[in-house]
T-cell receptor
Framework: EAQVTQNPRYLITVTGKKLTVTCSQNMNHEYMSWYRQDPGLGLRQIYYSMNVEVTDKGDVPEGYKVSRKEKRNFPLILESPSPNQTSLYFC??????????FGPGTRLTVT | SQQGEEDPQALSIQEGENATMNCSYKTSINNLQWYRQNSGRGLVHLILIRSNEREKHSGRLRVTLDTSKKSSSLLITASRAADTASYFCAIDQGGKLIFGQGTELSVKP
Protein backbone atom coordinates (compact mmCIF):
# COMPACT_ATOMS: atom_id res chain seq x y z
CA GLU A 1 0.00 0.00 0.00
CA ALA A 2 1.31 3.42 -1.01
CA GLN A 3 1.82 5.49 2.10
CA VAL A 4 3.76 8.03 4.08
CA THR A 5 4.55 7.01 7.64
CA GLN A 6 5.62 9.18 10.54
CA ASN A 7 6.94 8.23 13.93
CA PRO A 8 6.19 8.88 16.64
CA ARG A 9 2.53 9.87 16.30
CA TYR A 10 2.49 11.55 19.69
CA LEU A 11 5.38 12.96 21.69
CA ILE A 12 5.62 14.93 24.90
CA THR A 13 9.08 16.22 25.70
CA VAL A 14 10.87 18.90 27.66
CA THR A 15 12.59 22.06 26.52
CA GLY A 16 16.08 21.46 25.15
CA LYS A 17 15.93 17.69 24.73
CA LYS A 18 16.88 16.84 21.16
CA LEU A 19 14.33 14.83 19.20
CA THR A 20 13.84 13.38 15.74
CA VAL A 21 10.58 12.73 13.95
CA THR A 22 10.99 10.19 11.20
CA CYS A 23 9.21 10.23 7.85
CA SER A 24 9.28 7.48 5.28
CA GLN A 25 7.54 6.99 1.93
CA ASN A 26 7.29 3.89 -0.23
CA MET A 27 6.30 5.54 -3.52
CA ASN A 28 9.79 6.39 -4.80
CA HIS A 29 8.86 10.08 -4.76
CA GLU A 30 11.56 12.64 -5.40
CA TYR A 31 9.90 15.42 -3.43
CA MET A 32 9.37 15.41 0.34
CA SER A 33 8.33 18.14 2.71
CA TRP A 34 7.59 18.96 6.35
CA TYR A 35 4.78 21.20 7.59
CA ARG A 36 3.52 22.37 10.92
CA GLN A 37 -0.11 23.13 11.56
CA ASP A 38 -1.22 25.56 14.23
CA PRO A 39 -4.74 26.84 15.01
CA GLY A 40 -5.51 29.97 13.03
CA LEU A 41 -2.28 29.75 11.04
CA GLY A 42 -3.01 26.87 8.70
CA LEU A 43 -0.16 24.72 7.39
CA ARG A 44 3.25 26.27 7.08
CA GLN A 45 6.13 24.66 5.26
CA ILE A 46 9.26 24.05 7.33
CA TYR A 47 11.66 22.42 4.86
CA TYR A 48 11.38 20.61 1.58
CA SER A 49 13.60 18.38 -0.50
CA MET A 50 13.54 18.02 -4.27
CA ASN A 51 15.81 14.98 -4.24
CA VAL A 52 18.49 13.14 -2.28
CA GLU A 53 21.01 15.52 -0.68
CA VAL A 54 18.94 18.56 -1.80
CA THR A 55 17.02 20.47 0.87
CA ASP A 56 15.55 23.98 0.97
CA LYS A 57 13.99 26.18 3.59
CA GLY A 58 10.28 26.73 3.65
CA ASP A 59 8.53 29.55 5.44
CA VAL A 60 9.36 28.60 9.05
CA PRO A 61 12.71 26.74 9.15
CA GLU A 62 14.08 28.30 12.36
CA GLY A 63 14.75 25.72 15.06
CA TYR A 64 14.55 22.76 12.70
CA LYS A 65 16.98 20.65 10.70
CA VAL A 66 16.40 18.03 8.04
CA SER A 67 18.46 15.58 6.05
CA ARG A 68 17.82 13.57 2.90
CA LYS A 69 20.44 10.88 2.71
CA GLU A 70 18.17 8.42 0.93
CA LYS A 71 15.11 8.87 -1.24
CA ARG A 72 12.54 7.27 1.05
CA ASN A 73 13.43 9.01 4.33
CA PHE A 74 13.24 12.64 5.40
CA PRO A 75 13.68 13.04 9.18
CA LEU A 76 12.88 16.27 11.00
CA ILE A 77 15.30 17.15 13.79
CA LEU A 78 14.68 19.55 16.64
CA GLU A 79 18.10 20.11 18.22
CA SER A 80 16.79 22.11 21.18
CA PRO A 81 12.99 22.10 21.24
CA SER A 82 11.15 25.02 22.76
CA PRO A 83 7.48 25.39 23.79
CA ASN A 84 6.72 27.45 20.66
CA GLN A 85 7.44 24.31 18.63
CA THR A 86 4.44 22.59 20.18
CA SER A 87 2.40 21.79 17.10
CA LEU A 88 0.96 19.18 14.76
CA TYR A 89 3.58 18.14 12.20
CA PHE A 90 2.94 16.58 8.82
CA CYS A 91 5.31 15.00 6.36
CA UNK A 92 4.36 14.73 2.69
CA UNK A 93 5.80 13.36 -0.53
CA UNK A 94 5.03 13.66 -4.22
CA UNK A 95 6.30 13.41 -7.73
CA UNK A 96 7.55 16.90 -8.49
CA UNK A 97 4.70 19.17 -9.57
CA UNK A 98 2.00 16.72 -8.60
CA UNK A 99 -0.32 16.25 -5.65
CA UNK A 100 1.17 15.53 -2.25
CA UNK A 101 0.56 12.46 -0.12
CA PHE A 102 0.46 13.28 3.55
CA GLY A 103 1.43 11.24 6.56
CA PRO A 104 -0.94 10.87 9.53
CA GLY A 105 0.71 13.61 11.58
CA THR A 106 2.83 13.84 14.73
CA ARG A 107 1.44 15.76 17.65
CA LEU A 108 4.36 17.27 19.57
CA THR A 109 4.13 18.95 22.96
CA VAL A 110 7.18 20.69 24.40
CA THR A 111 6.90 21.64 28.07
CA SER B 1 2.27 37.56 2.36
CA GLN B 2 2.44 35.01 -0.43
CA GLN B 3 0.03 32.78 1.41
CA GLY B 4 -3.19 31.76 -0.27
CA GLU B 5 -6.18 33.38 1.31
CA GLU B 6 -9.41 31.46 1.60
CA ASP B 7 -12.90 32.72 1.81
CA PRO B 8 -15.09 32.12 3.70
CA GLN B 9 -13.30 30.95 6.83
CA ALA B 10 -16.35 28.94 7.83
CA LEU B 11 -19.42 27.77 5.94
CA SER B 12 -22.49 26.00 7.25
CA ILE B 13 -25.03 24.50 4.84
CA GLN B 14 -27.78 21.88 4.68
CA GLU B 15 -27.30 18.50 3.09
CA GLY B 16 -28.06 18.67 -0.62
CA GLU B 17 -26.96 22.28 -1.02
CA ASN B 18 -23.87 23.34 -2.93
CA ALA B 19 -20.78 24.69 -1.18
CA THR B 20 -18.38 27.16 -2.78
CA MET B 21 -14.98 28.06 -1.38
CA ASN B 22 -12.61 30.62 -2.82
CA CYS B 23 -8.85 30.99 -2.79
CA SER B 24 -6.84 34.03 -3.80
CA TYR B 25 -3.10 34.37 -4.13
CA LYS B 26 -0.53 37.01 -4.98
CA THR B 27 2.27 35.44 -7.03
CA SER B 28 2.66 33.34 -10.17
CA ILE B 29 2.00 29.64 -9.74
CA ASN B 30 2.85 26.31 -11.35
CA ASN B 31 -0.34 24.76 -10.15
CA LEU B 32 -2.97 25.10 -7.44
CA GLN B 33 -4.11 22.19 -5.33
CA TRP B 34 -7.11 21.59 -3.11
CA TYR B 35 -6.99 19.36 -0.05
CA ARG B 36 -9.44 18.14 2.54
CA GLN B 37 -8.70 17.50 6.21
CA ASN B 38 -10.90 15.79 8.74
CA SER B 39 -10.29 17.05 12.25
CA GLY B 40 -6.66 16.55 13.32
CA ARG B 41 -5.92 14.03 10.60
CA GLY B 42 -3.70 14.08 7.53
CA LEU B 43 -4.63 16.01 4.42
CA VAL B 44 -6.15 14.24 1.46
CA HIS B 45 -5.63 15.53 -2.04
CA LEU B 46 -8.78 16.45 -3.98
CA ILE B 47 -7.86 18.18 -7.24
CA LEU B 48 -4.77 19.72 -8.84
CA ILE B 49 -5.26 22.36 -11.53
CA ARG B 50 -2.32 23.58 -13.57
CA SER B 51 -1.72 27.20 -14.46
CA ASN B 52 -2.74 26.63 -18.09
CA GLU B 53 -6.06 25.00 -17.13
CA ARG B 54 -9.27 26.84 -16.37
CA GLU B 55 -11.59 24.19 -14.98
CA LYS B 56 -11.42 20.63 -13.66
CA HIS B 57 -14.00 18.17 -12.40
CA SER B 58 -13.82 15.16 -10.16
CA GLY B 59 -17.10 13.56 -9.17
CA ARG B 60 -19.08 16.19 -7.24
CA LEU B 61 -16.12 18.56 -7.17
CA ARG B 62 -15.51 21.36 -9.63
CA VAL B 63 -12.45 23.61 -9.49
CA THR B 64 -11.90 26.76 -11.52
CA LEU B 65 -8.76 28.81 -11.90
CA ASP B 66 -8.52 32.40 -13.09
CA THR B 67 -4.86 33.33 -13.34
CA SER B 68 -5.67 36.90 -14.40
CA LYS B 69 -7.52 37.44 -11.13
CA LYS B 70 -5.18 35.13 -9.21
CA SER B 71 -8.08 33.21 -7.79
CA SER B 72 -9.56 29.72 -7.68
CA SER B 73 -12.81 28.28 -6.44
CA LEU B 74 -13.87 24.83 -5.26
CA LEU B 75 -17.51 23.87 -5.70
CA ILE B 76 -18.96 20.82 -3.96
CA THR B 77 -22.34 19.96 -5.40
CA ALA B 78 -25.13 18.10 -3.61
CA SER B 79 -23.25 18.16 -0.34
CA ARG B 80 -23.46 15.36 2.21
CA ALA B 81 -22.88 15.29 5.97
CA ALA B 82 -19.69 13.32 5.25
CA ASP B 83 -18.30 16.36 3.39
CA THR B 84 -17.93 18.11 6.75
CA ALA B 85 -14.22 18.91 6.98
CA SER B 86 -11.67 21.68 6.49
CA TYR B 87 -10.69 22.49 2.91
CA PHE B 88 -7.37 24.03 1.96
CA CYS B 89 -5.96 25.47 -1.21
CA ALA B 90 -2.22 25.21 -1.79
CA ILE B 91 -0.14 27.16 -4.28
CA ASP B 92 2.78 25.37 -5.89
CA GLN B 93 5.62 27.76 -6.66
CA GLY B 94 7.99 25.16 -8.01
CA GLY B 95 8.72 23.17 -4.88
CA LYS B 96 7.55 25.60 -2.27
CA LEU B 97 3.93 24.89 -1.37
CA ILE B 98 1.98 27.68 0.29
CA PHE B 99 -1.27 26.73 2.02
CA GLY B 100 -4.23 28.90 2.75
CA GLN B 101 -5.72 28.96 6.24
CA GLY B 102 -8.63 26.85 5.13
CA THR B 103 -12.41 26.90 5.02
CA GLU B 104 -14.25 24.95 7.68
CA LEU B 105 -17.29 23.37 6.06
CA SER B 106 -20.16 22.03 8.13
CA VAL B 107 -22.93 20.13 6.34
CA LYS B 108 -25.98 19.57 8.49
CA PRO B 109 -28.12 16.48 7.84
Amino acid sequence: EAQVTQNPRYLITVTGKKLTVTCSQNMNHEYMSWYRQDPGLGLRQIYYSMNVEVTDKGDVPEGYKVSRKEKRNFPLILESPSPNQTSLYFCASSERGNEQYFGPGTRLTVT
Amino acid sequence: SQQGEEDPQALSIQEGENATMNCSYKTSINNLQWYRQNSGRGLVHLILIRSNEREKHSGRLRVTLDTSKKSSSLLITASRAADTASYFCAIDQGGKLIFGQGTELSVKP
